[in-house]
């Protein structure tokens, strides 16, 4: 007896107790049937065409996808937009469609079941646009954090040349000045550092010595090493081929490595010699640059930050938070990776990988003379 009254309710009532929206279209597209959550949401159905009562549309929807489940006898679920009932709020719904098969194999008629999912897409919204002003906010707070750094430390430098100037004291001005020097060329870095980021360059490659770029790097910090009483090493694999990569991207990259593992040494207080090594090879057509030292090392915290936006375990007197960040993007433009290990105390690797078939293509540039007539002919 349970069991009929089970199946009784089941035909009687479920069809219109169930918590979605159900209609039943014809091959015409009108709605036969409906249950009760369906017309309390899309209004007046009978014998109305579903793209009607759903969109408010006076044709057949394209890319129907009830015309395509008539067709293959297919289960669908996708996501649509429709008009409830008063004809004017859009929302959002799930809609899933399931073929009524006749043993002939005929497909008469199909069952739409659509959930209202508009709640969750506006939630969905609205989480997006947090984090686009997360986004926004936190942008913006690393702009004014790493200018106002370098405010500090320009204002520190005015001070000790004008008390300098005031006291006759020489040394005291040429400090300030240096001081002024060295943070003038850190706020140009920031500013430079921040518009390559924001701006998404693409990369001109051409082809280059990948062996010449490194020593180029070396050079430029031989001085700097020397002052800071810091062993600067090359090992450079002696025959490696030419790679097409924008010379200047890759090499503000190795430069920004080089300067890091620099400063990493000039933080440590362990009483050992202090060594950066700027490596490179070629196998398994991947050219690979390494940049090891012996300095402070990255704890774990920091590690899971290093590639972060405006991050920097410099200090507020040294980084901007660019600079991995800034790497990071270039070596994936140019197909490549770049990782590191560390061990606090002991030093940092941070490795550089570029698959040469992933290297973006070299483009042909067609160098135009400008002639009297303002033609752009090809120089001879």
């Known amino acids: 007896m349970a069991a009929r009254e089970i199946d009784n309710w089941l035909q009687m009532k479920l069809f219109h107790e169930v918590p979605v929206s159900i209609c039943v279209i014809d091959r015409g597209f009108r709605i036969v049937q ?121 204002e520190g430098g005015m001070y000790g040349v004008t008390t300098g100037i005031e006291q006759g004291d020489d040394d005291r001005v040429a400090k300030g000045w240096t001081m002024l020097q060295e943070n003038i060329t850190r706020l140009s870095r920031f500013v430079k550092e921040f518009l390559a980021f924001a701006r998404g360059r693409v990369s001109q490659a051409t082809m280059v010595n990948p062996q010449q770029l490194a020593l180029d790097v070396a050079e430029e910090f031989r001085e700097q090493a020397n002052i800071a009483n810091v062993e600067l090493r090359t090992d450079l694999q002696e025959i490696i081929k030419e790679a097409p990569m924008d010379k200047e991207e890759i090499y503000s990259c190795l430069v920004n490595l080089v300067s890091n593992a620099l400063d990493a040494c000039q933080m440590s207080d362990a009483d050992r010699s202090y060594i950066v090594t700027l490596s490179l090879k070629d196998q398994g057509g991947i050219l690979s640059y390494e940049i090891s030292d012996n300095g402070c090392g990255i704890d774990y915290e920091i590690s899971k930050k290093i590639f972060t936006s405006f991050f920097s375990g410099k200090g507020a007197d040294k980084g901007t938070g660019l600079g991995l960040l800034t790497t990071k993007k270039i070596v994936h433009q140019h197909g490549g990776k770049v990782s590191f290990e560390s061990e606090p105390g002991k030093g940092s690797l941070f490795r550089i990988e570029l698959p040469r078939e992933n290297l973006p293509e070299v483009q042909d540039r067609i160098d135009l003379a400008v002639s009297d007539g303002g033609n752009g002919q090809r120089k001879n």
């Open 34 to 154: 409906a249950n009760r959550r369906f017309e309390e949401t899309y209004g007046e159905w009978k014998n109305r065409p579903c793209y009607t009562v759903y969109k408010d549309r006076d044709e057949r929807c394209t890319n129907c996808a009830a015309l395509a489940t008539f067709v293959d006898g297919k289960v669908r679920s996708l996501e649509e937009q429709g008009i409830v009932g008063n004809g004017q709020s859009v929302h959002h719904y799930f809609v899933q469609m399931i073929p009524i098969v006749r043993p002939d194999e005929m497909i008469n008629y199909v069952i739409e079941m659509s959930t209202d999912i508009t709640t969750e897409k506006k939630l969905e919204q609205e989480k997006r646009e947090a984090e686009r002003l997360a986004a926004v906010g936190e942008t913006v707070a690393g702009i004014a954090h790493g200018i106002k750094n370098v405010l500090m430390a320009l």
